[in-house]
């Protein structure tokens, strides 16, 4: 029986990282049901990069994009809406580099999308098998920690696999938002430079 995961309503990139996820348990056969085309076309690109074959169904808006390696195979499906503990967990390792946040957002443009984005970044990387050694927030950033609360859920996540969160104490104080911080260690310049300093690469958003 193939098994069937339900990310409608769900935002990109959590569609593809269910498939994924899955792919790394060893299921060879399911099915992963979404209610836009973007996902679709994300499901079809990471079925490829994988080597799985792809084919898609839509029924009133719906989308149910199959993953197999072999397509006869998809006749029986189980619905699973992403919460079961079959799924094993992706073996995580902490890297040597680290990610620099100095605005609440990504980009330039809408700041509703900016927030979006920034929270699906963070989301996306505690998802990853290869985690930051560090997340530094100065200046504008420190809101992600202290205003985004479901930023600061991944943040929390992230922290509890051993990546290491640090917030500008003198931004926070700027700001008024020492009270708010919900994740993380208030640090310094100096630190933070360290940290950058002794890092392979930083990623600056």
């Given at each position: 029986?193939?098994?069937?995961?339900?990310?409608?309503?769900?935002?990109?990139?959590?569609?593809?990282?269910?498939?994924?996820?899955?792919?790394?348990s060893?299921?060879?056969s399911?099915?992963v049901?979404?209610?836009?085309?973007?996902a679709?076309?994300?499901?079809?690109?990471?079925a490829?990069?994988?080597g799985?074959?792809?084919?898609?169904?839509?029924?009133?808006?719906?989308f149910?994009?199959?993953?197999?390696?072999?397509?006869?195979?998809?006749?029986?499906?189980?619905?699973?809406?992403?919460?079961?503990?079959?799924?094993?967990?992706?073996?995580?390792?902490?890297g040597?580099?680290?990610?620099f946040i100095?605005?609440?957002?990504?980009?330039?443009?809408?700041?509703?999308?900016?927030?979006?984005?920034?929270?699906?970044?963070?989301?996306?990387?505690?998802?990853?098998?290869?985690?930051?050694?560090?997340?530094?927030?100065?200046?504008?950033?420190v809101?992600?920690?202290?205003?985004?609360?479901?930023?600061?859920?991944?943040?929390?996540?992230?922290?509890?696999?051993?990546?290491?969160?640090l917030?500008?104490?003198?931004?926070?104080?700027?700001?008024?938002?020492?009270?708010?911080?919900?994740?993380?260690?208030?640090?310094?310049?100096?630190?933070?430079?360290?940290?950058?300093k002794?890092?392979?690469?930083?990623?600056?958003?």
């Amino acid at each position: 029986m193939n098994k069937v995961l339900d990310a409608k309503g769900k935002e990109c990139p959590m569609p593809v990282i269910m498939a994924k996820k899955e792919i790394d348990s060893g299921n060879n056969s399911f099915v992963v049901e979404v209610d836009n085309d973007i996902a679709v076309q994300n499901l079809k690109k990471l079925a490829n990069n994988q080597g799985f074959a792809v084919s898609v169904e839509e029924e009133n808006s719906l989308f149910k994009v199959y993953f197999s390696k072999d397509l006869d195979k998809l006749s029986e499906v189980e619905v699973f809406n992403g919460t079961s503990d079959k799924l094993e967990e992706n073996k995580t390792e902490i890297g040597n580099w680290s990610v620099f946040i100095g605005k609440e957002i990504i980009g330039a443009g809408n700041e509703e999308l900016g927030k979006s984005l920034i929270k699906m970044y963070l989301y996306t990387i505690s998802e990853s098998d290869n985690l930051p050694k560090s997340i530094l927030f100065m200046n504008d950033g420190v809101k992600v920690p202290t205003l985004n609360h479901q930023a600061a859920e991944h943040l929390r996540d992230l922290e509890t696999k051993g990546v290491e969160i640090l917030v500008c104490g003198a931004c926070l104080n700027f700001y008024g938002l020492e009270e708010k911080l919900k994740v993380g260690k208030v640090s310094n310049m100096y630190y933070i430079t360290n940290c950058m300093k002794e890092a392979s690469k930083v990623i600056t958003l």
